[in-house]
């Protein structure tokens, strides 16, 4: 599950201290992200993913999808406008060497704080694909922006390159549907954009269509969730950002302590966490 496996909808009233956000992207690095490992992998194979690979990746988070475009051999950038605690992490991951705010440590490496245009240099060679692994389909609103974030990309990318969206699956597959829910019966009264709604099949294709790409195949992954305790799960799916809204409306105690009475159906004998999860991708054209 990169920022993350749900669009964050932040208040701009004012921010809460209850939610630590540096806190929040270690989760996400250590526990969450690599949830969405087996998507990552699916998409490299089918598109063949190497040396000859320029990859733009939008919403980078702490970078490890890109990290394992980059150990196939491909050039990556990586653009991460809204959480710059990830965006701290992806540079300790794919630029050790450099320090910690510096921007570029090689020619096949560049992670960027802002918009697409400004991941591409004067000399940087058109990108060969673009993905946005960013899961939409889970929360009201969470595509917003993301059509024309996609057409602000296709300038910089090769005719006929492909975009990669992605997308939770029907509900009935994810069983992590049932304990997003809580996010919204917590969130009321702000249920509206940002509460949990079911994915609907044509998700990814209305957004590819808004941003002139042209639809060329899709694919399903099984991404199961499995973490070593409750605990784990509990710190895991606050990383996402899915709860924020529920934090601010009632309190961190008992957003806690209601999502892990929902993960309870979930738990093992042995105290792990497993819900199976069904993901979908769609491989859009640039024209």
Excluded at 20 to 49: C, F, G, H, K, T
Excluded at 146 to 164: D, K, W
Aim: charged share 25%; proline share 7%; net charge negative.
């Amino acid at each position: 599950m990169t920022p993350t496996l749900v669009r964050q909808h932040l208040s701009h009233t004012g921010a809460t201290p209850r939610v630590d956000p540096s806190a929040r992207a270690r989760d996400w690095s250590e526990i969450q992200e690599r949830m969405l490992v087996p998507l990552y992998e699916a998409v490299y194979e089918r598109l063949e993913v190497g040396p000859g690979t320029r990859l733009l990746g939008l919403g980078c988070g702490s970078g490890l999808a890109l990290l394992m475009a980059a150990s196939r051999g491909a050039a990556v950038a990586g653009v991460e406008s809204d959480c710059p605690e990830r965006l701290t992490l992806a540079r300790q991951r794919l630029l050790p060497e450099t320090e910690t705010w510096g921007t570029r440590a090689r020619g096949d490496v560049r992670l960027v704080d802002g918009s697409p245009r400004d991941a591409a240099l004067a000399e940087t060679p058109a990108y060969t694909l673009v993905t946005a692994f960013e899961p939409i389909g889970c929360l009201a609103g969470d595509s917003e922006g993301l059509g024309e974030a996609l057409a602000a990309v296709t300038p910089l990318a090769e005719r006929g390159a492909p975009v990669v969206l992605a997308g939770w699956g029907p509900p009935e597959r994810c069983a992590t549907s049932s304990v997003l829910r809580v996010a919204t019966k917590l969130a009321d009264p702000l249920r509206s954009t940002g509460s949990w709604r079911p994915a609907l099949r044509d998700d990814l294709e209305e957004v590819a269509q808004r941003a002139g790409l042209r639809p060329d195949g899709s694919g399903r992954v099984a991404c199961p969730f499995g973490y070593a305790d409750v605990d784990s799960a509990v710190r895991g799916l606050l990383s996402t950002g899915l709860f924020d809204a529920a934090i601010r409306a009632t309190d961190q105690v008992q957003v806690d302590k209601e999502l892990a009475e929902a993960l309870h159906p979930h738990q093992r004998r042995d105290g792990t966490v497993w819900m199976p999860n069904v993901f979908r991708y769609l491989i859009a054209r640039v024209p």
